[in-house]
Every structure is written in structure tokens, then in C-alpha cells.
């Protein structure tokens, strides 16, 4: 792929570009299907009961159906919004999200772009999701509707910043935003990896990860419990599955970047276990970050939406400074 | 006044009369109703409407006497046990109590021949009434373990609130002995401060309001305990069916509020000084008050 | 020139977080509440005026509707109100039996309660736990008379089903089960940064407020007002046995929290004691006349329901049917004290004090 990707743009390799975004664009929805399987599966174990187990064998069809139901659903727009964003904003979440996936390499040879400024790339394109949020919000006409999303930007919008910050630690040891010399870079034993000489801006991270997918414990504007609902509350059948699909293919993109980021991409824990291909080492990593937003979707309460704001801005914010400013300390002694 | 004297009056009635007259004319001169003149009042008034209890009649106002009786022989021993007053003197100790012990027993022989007599008029038999009349109990009843409760509500009371603010005052034994008192819509919420008061007794838990539709009147009940002296009382204000009205005392005990709601709602009793009486388990456009004996329902099978 | 508007919002009566059908209007100013009201009567039976007209046996399955997460207690209000009319002896393996299953009752209500508030703050798992434990005290009532919610056991002067040996050892085997899971939950929740930070001062008032409101049950203890009418007022046989109260001390939802889980625990030590004092024979009914007539007469007698104090006035003319029989409803008054709660509070918060001031529509409205 690298070497194609050196070449000029002709038809055929634009051809064979597109066609392995649409590899991709599968694997994905592969993947998104499968992964709500799994998280019911999963919460269910952890609840005590079985999850869904009839449709299918093992019930692994569950979510095609409800898939199914969702596509041939009524599809609404309330009389009084405005249609053009109405529609445009389901599209508008969703294609960031797809689109920051180019950016990931899932090992040394296999990956789409190799964009020196990946990092930079993937955190711009998802705050245009951020965008569509409020534009879904207010282009429902609803009181409701509006107030929710603009609860779920200023939600999204507050845990950007440490999310961000707490990766500039990770680029100033790297030297690089290029992703894929990022995951080069994290050596061959796993306390060479990056969660551990940067553990303060891992933690930072998943914590600002979780909030950024809306998902528990920061799920307030999914919440059904609190009266304001979110701003998706007008979008029914398809436009609605299209939100979901958002949230899930960001959930890949979050999992993923984790993965490439602080947790070794395809190097191997041990370096005499190296004859394992690093397609599985990125799988299985890949895989326990995906189950570890899970068990915390099936463990914790709700956090309240003050509590959120000061836990992003009053806690998270200054950590993700603290760990630049050592990072920095570190550097300038210890290694130049 | 005058309106005792329109009655048959028995020996003991008259002996009775006196006594109290003896007793309440120590006390600041009282508003001409006494509340044994309208317990009486009341009592004339239920057998107006109940024709058919006509041979119970004497039996009843027997009774009534009786009861008043012990009410002022109660008063007397009271005042004689306090000896606060200053008019009530020792010497009328002495002479009251052989009066008193056959006071007690006239009282326990009315207690016993109210009873025959209710247990004739809903039994149904006819021959019960002389024949347990005429027996008497073998000795008068214990006075009971709550009585000096009783006593201390009653003289908290009648000073701070009134004499005439308590109508009627009994252990009712049925229910643990708990001290029973009615009390006079009028003065029910000076009744309740006092007894919200430390010196009233501290009834600070107000544990529930009941409204009763007994068919000649409206009777609003509320229990009272004291988390301080663990102490219970039963409070009961009597009003009428044509324009119930018992005053709030939501400004005392707040939990009052709903209660009295409720019983608004269902009973229709209205409660001045509330600060919200409206509906409460009925829609706001009903029309009736479903708990009321003679309510209509809308539905004839239900 | 800005220009704010107060808003009008629904709570209810479709509600996941209302426990039942209950409504409250709220006024909101932003996000602040102004001003709330509770509108209750969606679930108005008329249990009151239908007592009227039946016989006290069978006023028994009304009381079981009430409350009816907690029906044991209900029933044991109404029987133990017309048994001290009438002056009647309960047998003392009936009287057993009758503590066992309130006390059992009373577990099971609070892990109701403990499940359903967990959810409303968010956490999904904790209901499923609860509710798996909920399982097996529902499976020894079924078998020990016929229903899993309903049940209709208790009779005037005793109870109508007798349980075998083996069901008492099945109740003997739950206690310390609970226990251990009783010490998994406080491991779970208790400790929990995000539901500590939700709680912890929530909904707080006073001692004096409390008394003045009537609250009973946890809602009056939290404050630190020992009344506990096991305790105070003892009736069945809560004088024999040990156990503690759990009071609170700044009168907020993480008091109540406690207090309840603690509640559980002091329950499971009530049962250990009544098991081992249990008599082995014995009447389960006694001596009662074949027609139920009270004597002429009120009475107004009240317990503790794991909600409060549920209190039953039985006004009699000495007839099989009551007078006049209105029930105590410590839902009904406990809820009172919402709308001064509210104010000044947040819509989120109004889930949670709603929550923690434990309620049960069927009661509310009666």
C-alpha cells in the first residue's frame, strides 16, 4: 500500500484505493454490528442473565434485525424543521467518523494513508462531529431537542481539549505525529509501550475517550432517565441508525487510536513472541479496549452534568498540562 | 340554663347540677354554653332523627346524666387532688369521695346498660334491654393505667385553651387505653398549639388524620404521639353535615397538609386557614365527595 | 435585551423514574427548579369506600394492593388492628411466622428499592442483582402461600398457611447468602466516587422539618430521630429480639442509602434470632369466632413497613363490615415533603431525592 500510495494518482490506483476503502467501510459495519452484539452479550453476562440468544444461533443475527427494523421504519421529518439540515446532519456526524479511520495503521505494511500530521488530522476531523451535533439539534425544532445538543456539544467540546492535550505528551516523546512511526517507535518489551512512561496522559485519555463517545459514565445525553432527551429525539428509522452507527464507528476510531497510541500498535508484549503476526497483537489489544468500555458501561452509575463540566475543566485539563510540562522536564534532562 | 331545667329532673341530676355549679362558679364565669349542655343539644338532636330509639330515650338520658356526673366527679376530685384553687377547699375533699365511689358506680352501671342497650337495638332482641338493665356489674371498673394521662390533657387544656374547649374526654380501652378527647371546632387551633407545646404535652408527630362520616355528623380524628414522652392521644372535632368546616391546623403540624387534602376531597370537610385545599386523589372536576355515606356514584354497579 | 421565560414540564405520569403513575409539574428556570407539584390520584382505587362493604377477611387482599411491593406488612396493619379490638390471642408459632415473613418482606422491599434507584442514577447492574435476590425470598413466599406478590396470607388471629421445616431451613440458608451479598453490593455501589458524588448531600433537611412533615421509616431516622416503631411501640414480638436502628445524621439521600442497606442487615439479624426461638408445634390460627365482629368502637394502629409507619383506623358499630377504615400511608406523607425539596434543585436531582424518598404509587393513592 505504501508504495502505491508514493505514486501519482491514476485512474487504477484511485480505483483500487476506492475499492479498499469499500473493504474497509464493510469491516467496519462488520465490525459495528458485531460489537453490539457483544456489548449486550456481555453486559448481560455481567448482569447475571443471558443476552440475546434467539435470533440466529446464539443470537448473533440480533442486531441484523434490528438493523432490519430501523431501515424499513417511517422516516419522519417534523413539519417545522428545516429539511435541508435535517437531513444533512446524520451524513455530516457520520462521515468524519469514517474518515479518521484512514489515518490508522493496523500494522507495519498494512495501513491506508501515512499522513505526517495523522494525529493532528484525526483530532480535527473529529470535532466536525461535534458540528453536526448541534446541527441535528437545532434543525428539529424541538425545545427539547436543542437543549440537548447543545448539552452534548458542550460535553464533547470540554473533553476535547484534555483529550488532546493529553496526547501532545505522547507526540513530544514520539517526535512525531505520524501514527504509524508513533506505533513503530513503542520498542519491543511492553513497559516500553507509551501507556506506562506516559501513564498520566493515558489515564487522561481513556477518561476523555469515554466522554467523547457519549457512553457511561458520561452518557447523560442518552440518558432516558433525564427529562431533557438528546438531541436525536426527532430522528427516527434510518437518520437514527445513522447517529448510532456514528457513535459505534467512533467507538472503533477511539479503540483503535488507544491501541496505535498507547498500547504498542502491532509490536508484540515480548519481544521473543514476535513470530505471532502483528495483525493478531493489534486485534487483541484492539479487542480489550473495546470490552474495557464495555464492563464500564455495565459497572458505573451516571455522572451529573456540573460534575462532568468540573471534572473536564477543573481535573482533567490541568493533569493533561501537569503531564506536558513533566513530559517536558523529562526530555530536556534525561535524554538530550 | 334554663334549657336543663326543661327536663325531667331525677334527684341526681339536680344533686349533680348543683355540684358543678359549685365548682364551675370558682372559675371566670363561663360562655353560657357548657359542654354538657351541648353534648345534650346534640344528643336531642340525634333523637329527633331517630324516632324509632324512642325506648331508649330515659335509659339514655340516664345515661347522659350519669356521665356528666362522673365527669363533674372527676372535676371535683381533680380539683380536690390539685388543691390549686384557692375556692376549692379541703374540706370538700372528704365529703366528695363517698359521693364519688357512687358516682363511679352509677357510672359503671350506666357503662354496663349503654351497652345492653346497644347490643338490644343491634341484636335485635327485645327482652335483652330490662333484663341488663337491672343487672349491675359486680365492682366498678379499674380506673385505667392512662387515665392520669388523660387528666394532664384535659387540665392543659381547660386552662390555657378553655373551659368549655374539651366537650368530651375517655379512655378508650378498646385501643390501649389511649387517651380520647373531643374537642370544639372553634377552639381547635388554640387546642392544638397547646398541645403542640411543651406544657400541652409536646404532641410534636402528628401521625394521621382520619375524617369519619358517622350520618347525623362529620367527626375529623387526628392521632397524636410524642417522640419526646412516647405519650399517644386521640383528638376528635365534630362538625356538622351541612357545612363541615374544621379549622387547619397545617400551620402547626405540616403534615397536616395533605391529610386534610384528602380528606377535602373525600369527605368534604373544609378547612379554613389551609394554604392549598384543593382535590387531591379525585380529578379537579369532580363533582361529590366519594367517601360521604350517601354518595351517588356515577356508576350504579360499582 | 435578554428575556427568560419559566417553563412548564411534565414529570409523568408515564415516567420511568416515577416509580408508578405520579406526576409533577415543575417549573423550571434553566435547568433550577421553582416550583413543583406532585399530582397524585392516578392510582385511586377507592380501597377505603369498598372496605365499607366487606367483611375485614376480606378486606385482607385490598391491603395487599397497596403497598405492594411490601404486602406483608400491609396485611399484618389490618389483622393486627382488628385483633386488638378484639382482644383476640394469637398463637405464638402464628406470630412467628407472621415476623419471619415481615422481616423477609422487609428485605426484599428495600433490594426493590436499592435496584430501582441505581438505575435511575444510571448504573444498570445492580437492579439485575437485586432483583436475583429479590428472587428467592418471592420463591419462599410462593411456596409458602401460593403468590409471588400478593399474598393474602395473614388472617385475623393468626395465618392461614403453615410452613414446613424444610421452608425454614430455606430461609436459614438465605441469611447468610444475603449477608455475603450484602457485603459485594457495599463493595459495588457504596464506595462508588460517581454515586457518592451524586448523593452526598442531596436533599438534605432537619430534624425539625422531619417531625413537623411526619416523615417515618428512613426518611425520619436519617435525620437522627430514633423512632422506630419496633422500638418505641413494640408490637408482634419485636421485644424479644436484638437489634439495631441505624440512624443517619445529616438527614440527606446518602443517609437514607445507608440506613436502608443497614436496615437489611438488622432484618437478616432479627431472622436469625426468630429461627432459633421458633417453636417447633403450634396453632397457626386461634381461637376466632367464626364471624368476625369487632366491638363498638375505634382503634387506630400502626407499624413499621419498610416505608414507614403504615398505620390502620378502624372506626366499628360492631358490625362484620368497618365503619369507617382509612389507612395510614406512609407513601402518601412522606411525599409530601417533594415539593420543598425541590426547590432550588436541578431536574437531575429531582430523580434522585424522588428516589430516595422510597415510594410506592399504590400506596400514595390508595
Not at chain 3, 106 to 135: K, Q
Not at chain 3, 176 to 183: A, Q, R, V
Amino acid at each position: 500500500m505504501g508504495d502505491r500510495l508514493n505514486e501519482s494518482l491514476s485512474w487504477g490506483n484511485a480505483l483500487i484505493f476506492t475499492l479498499w476503502g469499500v473493504v474497509l467501510l464493510i469491516l467496519v459495519l462488520g465490525f459495528v454490528t458485531y460489537a453490539i452484539y457483544f456489548e449486550r452479550k456481555v453486559i448481560g453476562w455481567m448482569q447475571h442473565r443471558i443476552g440475546p440468544n434467539r435470533v440466529g444461533p446464539l443470537g448473533l443475527l440480533q442486531t441484523v434485525a434490528d438493523i432490519l427494523k430501523l431501515l424499513i421504519k417511517e422516516d419522519t421529518i417534523p413539519r417545522k424543521a428545516d429539511r435541508v439540515l435535517f437531513i444533512l446532519a446524520p451524513a455530516l456526524a457520520y462521515v468524519p467518523a469514517f474518515g479518521v479511520l484512514a489515518v490508522i495503521p493496523y500494522t507495519q505494511n498494512l495501513y491506508f494513508a501515512d499522513i505526517n500530521v495523522g494525529l493532528l488530522y484525526y483530532v480535527a476531523l473529529s470535532g466536525i462531529t461535534t458540528i453536526a451535533i448541534v446541527l441535528g439539534g437545532w434543525a428539529s425544532n424541538n425545545k427539547y431537542a436543542l437543549l440537548g445538543g447543545m448539552r452534548s456539544a458542550a460535553q464533547m467540546i470540554s473533553y476535547e481539549v484534555p483529550l488532546v492535550i493529553s496526547v501532545v505528551g505522547v507526540i513530544m516523546v514520539s517526535g512525531t505525529m505520524n501514527l504509524r512511526s508513533i506505533g513503530e517507535q513503542q520498542g519491543d518489551w511492553f513497559w516500553q509501550w507509551n501507556f506506562l512512561p506516559q501513564i498520566i496522559g493515558f489515564v487522561v485519555f481513556i477518561i476523555a475517550a469515554v466522554s467523547e463517545l457519549n457512553r457511561t459514565p458520561f452518557d447523560l445525553p442518552e440518558a432516558e432517565s433525564e427529562l431533557v432527551a438528546g438531541y436525536h429525539v426527532e430522528y427516527s428509522g434510518f437518520r437514527f441508525a445513522f447517529f448510532m452507527l456514528t457513535e459505534y464507528v467512533y467507538v472503533y476510531a477511539i479503540a483503535a487510536l488507544t491501541t496505535v497510541l498507547f498500547l504498542g500498535g502491532w509490536q508484540a508484549p515480548l519481544a521473543f513472541l514476535d513470530f505471532v503476526p502483528g495483525i493478531i497483537w493489534f486485534l487483541l489489544k484492539f479487542a480489550s479496549v473495546v470490552f474495557f468500555l464495555i464492563w464500564l458501561r455495565a459497572t458505573m452509575p451516571r455522572i451529573r452534568v456540573d460534575q462532568l463540566m468540573g471534572l473536564g475543566w477543573k481535573v482533567l485539563l490541568p493533569l493533561s498540562l501537569a503531564n506536558v510540562f513533566i513530559t517536558a522536564v523529562y526530555l530536556e534532562l534525561f535524554v538530550k | 340554663m334554663s334549657e336543663e331545667k326543661e327536663r325531667p329532673s331525677e334527684q341526681a341530676g339536680t344533686e349533680a347540677k348543683q355540684e358543678t355549679e359549685a365548682h364551675t362558679a370558682d372559675s371566670p364565669p363561663e360562655a353560657p354554653k357548657d359542654p354538657e349542655v351541648v353534648e345534650k343539644n346534640e344528643s336531642s338532636a340525634a333523637h329527633e332523627t331517630k324516632p324509632s330509639a324512642a325506648p331508649v330515650d330515659p335509659e339514655r338520658e340516664a345515661k347522659l346524666k350519669a356521665a356528666a356526673e362522673a365527669r363533674a366527679a372527676r372535676a371535683a376530685a381533680k380539683a380536690a387532688a390539685e388543691g390549686g384553687q384557692p375556692s376549692a377547699p379541703d374540706a370538700t375533699a372528704a365529703p366528695v369521695d363517698p359521693e364519688r365511689e357512687a358516682k363511679l358506680k352509677a357510672a359503671a352501671e350506666a357503662r354496663a346498660a349503654r351497652a345492653a342497650a346497644k347490643a338490644a337495638a343491634e341484636g335485635g332482641t327485645p327482652g335483652g334491654t330490662s333484663a341488663s338493665a337491672g343487672e349491675t356489674p359486680a365492682e366498678p371498673k379499674a380506673p385505667s393505667p392512662k387515665q392520669p394521662e388523660l387528666d394532664e390533657l384535659l387540665v392543659h387544656l381547660r386552662t390555657q385553651v378553655g373551659d368549655s374547649a374539651v366537650e368530651e374526654a375517655s379512655i378508650n380501652e378498646l385501643n390501649g387505653h389511649m387517651p380520647m378527647l373531643t374537642v370544639r371546632p372553634e377552639q381547635w387551633l388554640a387546642a392544638a398549639q397547646t398541645l403542640r407545646s411543651t406544657d400541652g404535652g409536646t404532641f410534636d408527630y402528628l401521625r394521621n388524620v382520619s375524617g369519619v362520616d358517622y350520618e347525623t355528623h362529620l367527626e375529623v380524628v387526628y392521632h397524636l404521639v410524642s417522640l419526646v414522652t412516647k405519650r399517644e392521644a386521640t383528638i376528635k372535632v365534630k362538625t356538622n353535615r351541612e357545612q363541615p368546616s374544621v379549622p387547619s391546623v397545617t400551620p402547626i403540624w405540616a403534615t397536616a397538609n395533605w391529610n386534610e387534602r384528602e380528606i377535602y376531597d373525600l369527605l368534604g370537610v373544609a378547612f379554613p386557614g389551609h394554604p392549598d385545599l384543593r382535590r387531591i386523589m379525585m380529578p379537579d372536576d369532580w363533582v361529590g365527595h366519594p367517601l360521604r355515606k350517601d354518595y351517588v356514584s356515577l356508576d350504579s354497579e360499582v | 435585551m435578554i428575556r427568560t421565560e419559566e417553563l412548564l414540564l411534565n414529570v409523568g405520569p408515564q415516567h420511568p423514574s416515577t416509580h408508578g403513575v405520579f406526576r409533577i409539574i415543575v417549573k423550571l428556570d434553566g435547568e433550577v427548579i421553582i416550583e413543583a407539584t406532585p399530582v397524585m390520584g392516578y392510582l385511586h382505587r377507592g380501597t377505603e369506600k369498598l372496605a365499607e362493604d366487606l367483611s375485614y377477611t376480606q378486606i385482607i387482599p385490598y391491603t395487599d394492593r397497596m403497598d405492594y411491593v411490601s404486602a406483608m406488612t400491609n396485611n399484618y396493619v389490618l389483622v393486627h388492628a382488628v385483633e386488638t379490638m378484639m382482644e383476640l390471642a394469637v398463637p405464638e408459632r402464628a406470630e412467628y411466622l407472621r415476623l419471619v415473613v415481615m422481616e423477609l418482606q422487609r428485605i426484599a422491599s428495600h433490594l426493590v428499592w436499592w435496584g430501582t434507584y441505581l438505575l435511575d442514577i444510571g448504573a444498570m447492574s445492580p437492579f439485575l442483582y437485586a432483583f436475583r435476590d429479590r428472587e428467592t425470598i418471592v420463591n419462599l413466599f410462593n411456596e409458602l402461600c401460593g403468590a409471588r406478590l400478593t399474598y393474602n396470607y395473614m388472617r385475623v388471629g393468626g395465618v392461614k398457611w403453615d410452613a414446613s421445616d424444610a421452608w425454614l431451613d430455606k430461609v436459614r440458608d438465605f441469611i447468610p447468602y444475603m449477608e455475603k451479598k450484602l457485603i459485594e453490593y457495599d463493595k459495588l455501589v457504596s464506595g462508588n466516587e460517581i454515586f457518592l458524588a451524586r448523593i452526598r448531600g442531596v436533599g438534605a433537611y432537619d430534624a425539625k422539618t422531619a417531625i413537623d412533615y411526619g416523615l417515618s421509616g428512613a426518611n425520619l431516622r436519617c435525620t437522627g430521630v430514633d423512632w422506630d416503631i419496633r422500638r418505641a411501640k413494640p408490637y408482634s414480638l419485636y421485644d424479644r429480639f436484638d437489634f439495631d436502628i441505624p440512624l443517619g445524621t445529616n438527614g440527606d439521600c446518602y443517609d437514607r442509602y445507608l440506613i436502608r442497606l443497614e436496615e437489611i442487615r438488622q432484618s437478616l439479624r432479627i431472622l436469625t434470632q426468630a429461627l432459633q426461638q421458633f417453636p417447633s408445634g403450634g396453632e397457626t390460627m386461634g381461637k376466632v369466632p367464626r364471624v368476625i365482629r369487632p366491638p363498638a368502637g375505634e382503634v387506630y394502629v400502626s407499624i413499621e413497613s419498610p416505608r414507614g409507619e403504615i398505620g390502620c383506623h378502624i372506626v366499628s358499630k360492631g358490625k362484620q363490615e368497618p365503619y369507617r377504615l382509612k389507612f395510614r400511608r406512609p407513601s402518601f406523607v412522606n411525599l409530601q415533603i417533594l415539593p420543598k425539596l425541590l426547590v432550588g434543585e436541578t431536574m437531575t436531582n429531582l430523580i434522585t431525592i424522588l428516589g430516595g424518598i422510597d415510594i410506592v404509587v399504590g400506596e400514595v393513592d390508595c
